[in-house]
């Protein structure tokens, strides 16, 4: 994958947090922390919007249309 370079600007207790994190657990890089921090904070905001959306979601509705489908005989089925 290609990378690119951010700035990212944080204050001295949270880089010496980091710092050690590195270092305790023999991590390459703060980059690559912070990369994946980055990128399992993303993956949390879309699953919590997926979430959110099915919530919106009708169980009655989606059942009955989910039912519907079903019930059609496969020489029904619309081709495509």
């Known amino acids: 994958m290609r990378t690119m370079k951010v700035a990212v600007t944080m204050d001295r207790r949270t880089l010496a947090k980091l710092d050690q994190l590195v270092k305790n657990r023999g991590l390459p890089s ?3 922390v912070v990369q994946e921090a980055v990128e399992e904070k993303l993956a949390r905001m879309n699953r919590n919007r997926l979430a959110r ?3 919106k979601l009708d169980p ?9 489908g079903l019930s059609l005989d496969l020489d029904q089925w619309p081709e495509y």
């Open 60 to 68: 009655k509705f989606e059942k009955a249309m989910a039912e519907e």
């Open 53 to 55: 959306e099915s919530a």
């Open 30 to 32: 703060r980059s690559s």
